[in-house]
């Protein structure tokens, strides 16, 4: 099955710095890629997502990036700001079909 | 946009009772609901996927005959936690998806086994 990985665990930036937060995955038949955005005890929000079709997707201040053939994907926040603050987690899977996450990446941006 | 809503937000219970938390899509039918369930500071770990009218699938290592699902109609599954222990205590998530679109949660079940 489907086996992501998540890196790094946890991050610190300074407020007005990039983001960046990299997952790959296993199975070659996954075609679709979302990010969350998770507050303590609240549910998962998505971010932004991206198809296998396409290699780069942005949506303001949040980017993300696929390399089908190394299996990696990416995600890019520019000018973070304190409440960019949260844990943030990668999923994989194929479209329609069960996601599986990463371990999920605390993002702390300082002030 | 599409909304996922779960009950009970929050629920306590002594352990060997059990307990039942609805799933329900609220503007949307969904054939297919996924249960999750995140430890403190873990990751969503898929538990188990839910088809409406027929079995549940469960992931390897989760115990069906513990975790009853039910998914009687287009807009509700139904996760029951039956003889719940301590260990048991989590937080539970629902999610289903509208057709072409991105997978929407539930709010989320925090259950605490006392």
């Known amino acids: 099955g489907e086996n992501v990985e998540q890196h790094p665990s946890t991050l610190s930036v300074q407020e007005g710095d990039s983001a960046v937060i990299k997952c790959t995955y296993s199975?070659?038949?996954?075609?679709?890629f979302p990010w969350y955005k998770q507050e303590l005890g609240k549910r998962p929000q998505l971010i932004i997502d991206i198809r296998s079709n396409v290699g780069e997707k942005k949506d303001q201040r949040i980017a993300v990036t696929l390399n089908k053939t190394a299996k990696h994907f990416s995600l890019h926040i520019t000018e973070t700001q304190p409440e960019d603050s949260a844990v943030y987690f990668c999923a994989a899977s194929i479209y329609g079909n069960k996601l599986v996450f990463g371990a999920g990446t605390i993002l702390r941006v300082k002030s | 946009g599409a909304v996922v809503s779960q009950h009970p937000s929050w629920v306590i219970c002594k352990s060997g009772t059990s307990v039942k938390i609805e799933c329900r899509s609220l503007d949307f039918q969904a054939t297919t609901m996924f249960w999750y369930r995140q430890f403190p500071k873990q990751s969503l770990m898929l538990m188990a996927t839910?088809?409406?009218?027929?079995?549940?699938?469960?992931e390897q290592g989760v115990e069906k005959d513990k975790f009853l699902i039910n998914h009687a109609s287009l807009t509700l599954s139904t996760l029951t936690v039956t003889s719940a222990h301590p260990e048991d205590s989590s937080f539970y998530i629902c999610?289903?998806?509208?057709?072409?679109?991105?997978?929407?949660f539930g709010q989320g079940t925090r259950l605490t086994v006392v």
């Open positions: 839910s088809n409406e009218g027929s079995k549940a699938t469960y």
């Open positions: 999610s289903a998806r509208p057709e072409q679109r991105e997978a929407f």
């Open positions: 199975d070659s038949a996954s075609n679709y």
